[in-house]
Nanobody, 123 residues
Framework: QVQLVESGGGLVQAGDSLRLSCAAS????????MGWFRQAPGKEREFVAA????????YYGDSLKGRFTISRDNAKNTVYLQMNSLKPEDTAVYYC????????????????WGQGTQVTVSS
């Protein structure tokens, strides 16, 4: 099992930046990739970004690359999501996910999930 704990969410204004963190514990040696998803009220969970743990290959959702950057610190077993130039439409609960052999955008492929952290962007 892998446990994931997100932090760093909050209320910000449009144009601000925010950095989310996701700390992994447990069987972290089995993790192949970690990702971020978000879910706004009434909408489906949306792929934001993913990173392969060993090769550092990154993937981004459409239109998010350029404002959002995913990175990881292997020594801390932590993945980060740097979000810049935030917009009100970025408001959502942001979830961290991990999987043992998948690094794509399909929400159903990820085996482990955090509890989520709320990001609210005011106009």
């Amino acid at each position: 099992q892998v446990q994931l704990v997100e932090s760093g969410g909050g209320l910000v204004q449009a144009g601000d930046s925010l950095r989310l963190s996701c700390a992994a514990s447990g069987r972290t040696f089995s993790v192949y990739a970690m990702g971020w998803f978000r879910q706004a009220p009434g909408k489906e969970r949306e792929f934001v970004a993913a990173i392969e743990w060993k090769r550092y290959r990154t993937y981004y959702g459409d239109s998010l690359k350029g404002r959002f950057t995913i990175s990881r610190d292997n020594a801390k077993n932590t993945v980060y999501l740097q979000m810049n130039s935030l917009k009100p439409e970025d408001t959502a609960v942001y979830y961290c996910a991990a999987d043992g052999d998948y690094s794509g955008s399909d929400v159903y492929e990820y085996d482990y999930w955090g509890q989520g952290t709320q990001v609210t962007v005011s106009s």
